[in-house]
């Protein structure tokens, strides 16, 4: 429910106005989302208790033990799967840009940073992303998954809050078209709120994440540093 978002601020390079545009498609997509996760979580524990909901897919769940919307459930699993395919394709379209900006700063090889001739995009990396997520998809238990994604992400986040709150130390006259607000309760509350949802993932997911700093920082100190 927290993922997606970031999206937005990856095709900063594709927007007509971008000191506009990717602040509002941010915070207004994260506004929007958020009135309708309480409006909905408001009505499913008024259907069904909450010590019912803590399964893998709680909408239908709770559909189905009201009397007389069973027929409701199959078309709620099948809104669900169109869901989760659409964010799938963004977050790929995402991390082929990620992997893009990379490039073009030498972080990773330049074959990321090749844009196809006719459509623009940078199409080697939306293949090269594509297969590795199939792959993964493919051999990982989905728990697995879901727990490596979502301590990837709060990780992300937390760094990115304490890189903003270092470079309003470390360039503070900087030129920003876009001001964090209240920059120092928003960054340290994002670090706090981060962390606190981490703590309560298991230890073989923050042994996983180790494992892959560890293979992040062996290729930024045997490759990036050099290009």
Not at 26 to 32: D, H, K, N
Not at 83 to 91: D, I, K, M, P, W
Not at 150 to 163: M, N
């Amino acid at each position: 429910s927290y993922i997606g978002f970031d999206a937005v601020s990856v095709a900063a390079q594709e927007a007509k106005n971008p000191q506009r545009d990717i602040p509002l498609g941010m915070l207004g997509s994260l506004l929007i989302c958020t009135v309708l996760y309480m409006l909905m979580s408001y009505v499913l524990t008024g259907i069904a208790h909450y010590s019912t909901l803590n399964v893998a897919h709680p909408v239908s769940a709770a559909v189905e033990a009201l009397p007389g919307t069973r027929w409701l459930a199959p078309f709620v699993n099948l809104g669900a799967i169109v869901g989760l395919a659409s964010v799938v394709l963004v977050l790929l379209l995402a991390q082929s840009r990620v992997f893009y900006a990379m490039s073009k700063d030498g972080l990773i090889p330049h074959v990321f940073s090749s844009i196809n001739a006719k459509c623009r995009t940078p199409w080697k990396g939306n293949i090269v992303t594509g297969m590795f997520a199939a792959l993964l998809a493919g051999l990982l238990p989905l728990d697995i998954l879901g727990e490596l994604v979502s301590i990837g992400t709060l990780a992300a986040f937390t760094i990115v809050c304490v890189g903003v709150m270092i470079l309003r130390v470390r360039a503070p006259h900087a030129r920003r078209p876009f001001r964090t607000p209240f920059v120092w309760f928003t960054a340290p509350a994002g670090v706090f709120m981060c962390v606190f949802m981490m703590v309560f993932l298991p230890m073989d997911t923050w042994l996983r994440l180790a494992a892959w700093t560890v293979i992040g920082l062996a290729i930024y100190f045997f490759y990036s540093i050099h290009h």
